[in-house]
């Protein structure tokens, strides 16, 4: 089973920018549709972005133009470029995979198997 591991959060003011980072193992050369959530303590989680197997991605309104996804397949990596972070984006960030399909399915198929990375963005 392929297991993820998220990576880059941390405190930064508004406007700034972080890079997050969800190693895959368990597997080589990963094809399957994978995406990135967040949840703060109370409310639902709630998904940011997806990427298939040719690499298709698609983003929540929310942080479109902000936000880019993007993966390294011989790295079995995700990405998540975050730019001019804002005060609401404080939450914990997960990565997730849905083994079942190439294509992304939609957010409910897809799996958090980490442990996720913080992101704190202070005004």
């Known amino acids: 089973q392929v297991q993820l591991m998220e990576s880059g959060g941390g405190s930064v003011q508004a406007g700034g920018s972080l890079r997050l980072s969800c190693a895959a193992s368990?597997?080589?050369?990963?094809?399957?549709?994978m995406g990135w959530f967040r949840q703060v303590p109370g409310k639902e989680r709630e998904g940011i972005a997806v990427?298939?197997?040719?690499?298709?991605?698609s983003h929540a309104d929310f942080v479109k133009g902000r936000f880019t996804i993007s993966k390294d397949n011989y790295k079995n990596t995700l990405y998540l470029e975050m730019n001019s972070l804002k005060p609401e984006d404080t939450a914990m960030y997960y990565c997730?995979?849905?083994?079942?399909?190439?294509?992304?399915?939609?957010?409910?198929?897809?799996?958090?198997r980490g442990q996720g990375t913080l992101v704190i963005v202070s005004s």
């Open positions: 997730a995979i849905d083994p079942g399909s190439w294509s992304c399915r939609g957010y409910g198929w897809l799996e958090v």
């Open positions: 368990g597997a080589t050369n990963i094809r399957s549709c």
């Open positions: 990427i298939d197997s040719a690499g298709k991605t």
